[in-house]
């Protein structure tokens, strides 16, 4: 009987609670914070000197993971439509940012296409857990100790954002988007 009752308590948690890594084991999922590397996605209306010009990107300026860049093929890569997404929690969700908003911005033609990514170095898919560069480097630095015993990590995963906080009330208030939800705590 006993069993039974532990076993109906557990369903009736909410999946999301019983999911939260704890920092350690977040860790443990994460990539490193200190380095993203310049994925080039070769679509066919790309020149060679939009090509190069990708291929500069890493040199000018730098790229924060989870990050893609998105051009619309009929104007190419030097168009007002080209729009970048950096600094998310996913790939995915870095993609479908840029897209979305480089479809707003063409004039006409044919949707939008993905011409780069920003991904850590090391990517690989499949972790339970990933985090822009900047959460990752809240999460693995002075930060996460400075808040607490209770520290805990929100993220949004649509827009990137994040917050850091001495429990998970204080982390989705720190957060500060409607989709905010808990992502990591001790």
């Not at 039974?4 to 009736?12: D, E, G, H, Y």
């Not at 996913?90 to 063409?106: E, F, Q």
């Not at 993220?155 to 850091?164: D, E």
Request: one cysteine or more; charged letters at 20%.
């Amino acid at each position: 009987m006993i069993r039974f009752a532990f076993f109906a308590l557990a369903l009736a948690m909410p999946a999301a609670a019983q999911q939260v890594p704890d920092r350690a084991a977040a860790e443990r999922e994460l990539f490193g914070a200190r380095n993203s590397d310049l994925v080039i996605l070769r679509q066919p209306f790309l020149s060679d000197t939009d090509l190069a010009t990708l291929q500069q990107m890493p040199k000018l300026a730098q790229l924060t993971y989870y990050g893609a860049l998105a051009a619309a093929p009929s104007e190419g890569l030097q168009s007002e439509a080209t729009r970048g997404a950096f600094n998310y929690h996913s790939i995915a969700a870095a993609r479908a940012a840029a897209l979305r908003d480089c479809d707003r911005a063409r004039a006409a033609g044919a949707a939008c296409a993905i011409v780069a990514e920003i991904r850590p170095r090391r990517f690989r898919d499949g972790r339970s857990l990933t985090l822009s560069q900047a959460a990752t480097r809240a999460l693995t630095g002075r930060d996460w100790r400075r808040a607490g015993r209770d520290a805990a990590l929100a993220i949004s995963p649509s827009s990137g954002a994040w917050g850091l906080g001495a429990g998970p009330a204080a982390a989705i208030a720190a957060c500060g988007v409607a989709d905010c939800t808990l992502a990591v705590a001790d």
